[in-house]
């Protein structure tokens, strides 16, 4: 199983970014697949969620109206649109596999002027 985030950077406030996460060694359409965060000395935080066929969503209270989830079954992949970046929105993104766990490794997002 391997997860390989990318699209990070370093952004304006207000801006965009959009994650992927691409998913192999495993049949990617039979798992619900997430976005969490974490900042240095903090918690990871479920940032947003989405089940198997993509249907069910759900968000962080946080995220809410600015960041969608989003899936391509036929491309193994999981995408994060972020929109209208604040400063707390900087850390390291990771793409989590539901059921047996997994983790990608991370992509920073920074959010500064």
């Known amino acids: 199983v391997q997860l390989v985030e990318s699209g990070g950077g370093l952004v304006q406030p207000g801006g965009s970014l959009r994650l992927s996460c691409r998913a192999s060694g495993f049949t990617f359409s039979a798992y619900a697949m997430s976005w969490h965060r974490q900042v240095p000395g903090k918690e990871r935080e479920l940032v947003a969620y989405?089940?198997?066929?993509?249907?069910?969503?759900d968000y962080a209270d946080s995220v809410k109206g600015r960041f969608t989830i989003s899936r391509d079954n036929a491309k193994n992949t999981v995408f994060l649109q972020m929109n209208s970046l604040k400063p707390e929105d900087t850390a390291v993104y990771y793409c989590?596999?539901?059921?047996?766990?997994?983790w990608g490794r991370g992509t920073q997002v920074t959010v500064s002027s």
């Open positions: 989405i089940s198997s066929a993509g249907v069910n969503t």
């Open positions: 989590k596999r539901h059921g047996v766990v997994y």
